[in-house]
T-cell receptor, first 110, second 116 residues
Framework: ELKVEQNPLFLSMQEGKNYTIYCNYSTTSDRLYWYRQDPGKSLESLFVLLSNGAVKQEGRLMASLDTKARLSTLHITAAVHDLSATYFCAVAPDVDDMRFGAGTRLTVKP | GAGVSQSPSNKVTEKGKDVELRCDPISGHTALYWYRQSLGQGLEFLIYFQGNSAPDKSGLPSDRFSAERTGGSVSTLTIQRTQQEDSAVYLC??????????????FGPGTRLTVL
């Protein structure tokens, strides 16, 4: 059975600090997604990673993919309060199958 | 439209009643997905449509759940004889299926269902 595991599930960090969220998955997938969800809101697409070694950056967020290790990371640089949200990774092993991790609830404190 | 829309945004119903949730995808998107998100939980994949057909319905939690899509556009998710455990946010997403696209799913705002 395909499993997508994120850690940590809860993350509280100070503004200005760096941290990494990890996403492990248990089967091959040619696509990995990162989404952001603000409280009471829907999901917003952040990154789509399509190949081994792919790295994408947007502002203070950078995502990478290692398909051999079945691992993706979402790195946060110099966190700011606006980044507080829940972050989900998801893999799509098949065209009609999308599996999400449990999410990492990030709180950035001043 | 500009994005995926869902209606109603909130639905409170009594146990045993039927409910119908609607999703209007982004124009031109051929793929449509339904998910369920329970309080504090991740997303549970329910069903996927390519055009009007759903190749795999095994993600639906029980036979009380059904979904259809007509005209390759609007989809409805119907829950019959609702139970309290059906309470959740039901999210719809759509994507464009093509050869060289990343197939990012764009999510609607969700329908918050509360079964009393």
């Amino acid at each position: 059975e395909l499993k997508v595991e994120q850690n940590p599930l809860f993350l509280s960090m100070q503004e200005g600090k760096n941290y990494t969220i990890y996403c492990n998955y248990s089967t091959t997938s040619d696509r990995l997604y990162w989404y952001r969800q603000d409280p009471g809101k829907s999901l917003e697409s952040l990154f789509v990673l399509l190949s081994n070694g792919a790295v994408k950056q947007e502002g203070r967020l950078m995502a990478s993919l290692d398909t051999k290790a079945r691992l993706s990371t979402l790195h946060i640089t110099a966190a700011v309060h606006d980044l507080s949200a829940t972050y989900f990774c998801a893999v799509a092993p098949d065209v009609d199958d999308m599996r999400f991790g449990a999410g990492t609830r990030l709180t950035v404190k001043p | 439209g500009a994005g995926v829309s869902q209606s109603p945004s909130n639905k409170v119903t009594e146990k045993g009643k039927d409910v119908e949730l609607r999703c209007d995808p982004i124009s031109g998107h051929t793929a449509l997905y339904w998910y369920r998100q329970s309080l504090g939980q991740g997303l549970e994949f329910l069903i996927y449509f390519q055009g009007n057909s759903a190749p795999d319905k095994s993600g639906l939690p029980s036979d009380r759940f059904s979904a259809e899509r007509t005209g390759g556009s609007v989809s409805t998710l119907t829950i019959q004889r609702t139970q309290q455990e059906d309470s959740a946010v039901y999210l719809c997403a759509s994507s464009f299926r093509g050869r060289a696209v990343t197939d990012t799913q764009y999510f609607g705002p969700g329908t918050r269902l509360t079964v009393l």
